[in-house]
């Protein structure tokens, strides 16, 4: 008896606390990588409004990339970023390496936002950030198609997750933006 109440001590002691320093509880605990490669805390985020679009450059929804580049510069200047993460989960729309990607969205559409190394968004192999994202998120579940927005206020917390059709810069999403950002 005294060998199983050392155990449960142990369990609940050791191990719990243990788990808990791995557990994320806010969008601020990740890192990720930046198109070039490096590693980028998303706690130098902090403070800011930030959305988040999974992007893809050969998709009915890539013209948005204006419509992000529009609203991040906008806002820019009160606290908003704006942080893409190309995906290729849906009908390889996003088959290029990072490199590719960054020539296709810096130079052809003229993004001028944060942009991230490409990740998975769903599946198996979905990056840990978006396991987070779309557990927590106002409308849990799978994240469904490329440009997908979520809402990240201030201090860290989901605020807002918007469909692929709903535009970036559309007056739903601006008034949220805009309440986030006072």
């Not at 799978?142 to 809402?151: G, M, P, R, S, T």
Request: positive net charge; proline residues 5%.
């Amino acid at each position: 008896m005294q060998s199983k109440l050392l155990i449960l001590f142990f369990v609940l002691g050791v191990l719990f606390p243990v788990a808990g320093a791995f557990a994320k509880e806010s969008f601020y605990d990740f890192k990720v990588k930046d198109i070039q490669g490096n590693e980028v805390p998303l706690s130098k985020y902090k403070g800011k409004v930030v959305m988040v679009v999974n992007v893809a450059s050969k998709c009915g929804y890539t013209y948005q990339y204006d419509h992000l580049e529009k609203v991040y510069k906008k806002y820019k200047d009160q606290g908003f970023v704006v942080v893409g993460f190309p995906a290729n989960n849906f009908g390889s729309q996003e088959p290029g390496s990072d490199k590719e990607i960054e020539t296709f969205c810096r130079i052809q559409k003229g993004a001028s936002f944060d942009m991230m190394s490409k990740i998975s968004v769903k599946g198996k192999d979905q990056h840990p950030l978006y396991q987070y994202l779309t557990k927590n998120s106002p409308n849990p579940g799978d994240v469904q198609w490329n440009f997908e927005k979520i809402l990240i206020s201030k201090d860290g917390k989901i605020e807002a997750r918007y469909p692929s059709a709903v535009e970036p810069d559309s007056a739903d999403v601006s008034r949220k933006i805009e309440t986030l950002l006072r």
